[in-house]
Nanobody, 123 residues
Framework: VQLQASGGGLVQAGGSLRLSCAAS????????VGWFRQNPGKEREFVAF????????NYADSVKGRFTISRDNDKNAVFLQMNGLKPEDTAVYYC?????????????????WGQGTLVTVSS
């Protein structure tokens, strides 16, 4: 499966962006999908995940209350709505699918990755 992340861009602090993750090659409607972010020289950081049905989600403490993950299995897509953006949210955001186990916050668990989309939040 190939994942394509999109929707990044430049936004002022307090603004909003909606990231999309689209899958091709196979459906990922049965997969848990996660969003991660990374800055140069730093480790990839968990942001959020959503299980296949959408009924189970989890968020990093740093984004709780500001970000919302959702999915549309008919469209084979997962979304990350980001509101109240802060300069510290600046990073390349990646979507990932099909974790091997139940440690969905760990990037090493995931078998498929998108190419990333850059989010820049100016102060």
């Amino acid at each position: 499966v190939q994942l394509q992340a999109s929707g990044g861009g430049l936004v002022q602090a307090g603004g909003s962006l909606r990231l999309s993750c689209a899958a091709s090659g196979r459906t990922f409607s049965s997969d848990t999908v996660g969003w991660f972010r990374q800055n140069p020289g730093k480790e990839r950081e968990f942001v959020a995940f959503i299980n296949w049905s959408g009924r189970r989600t989890n968020y990093a403490d740093s984004v709780k209350g500001r970000f919302t993950i959702s999915r549309d299995n008919d469209k084979n897509a997962v979304f990350l709505q980001m509101n109240g953006l802060k300069p510290e949210d600046t990073a390349v955001y990646y979507c990932a699918a099909d974790p091997k186990g139940l440690r969905e916050e760990e990037p090493d668990e995931y078998g498929y990755w998108g190419q990333g989309t850059l989010v820049t939040v100016s102060s």
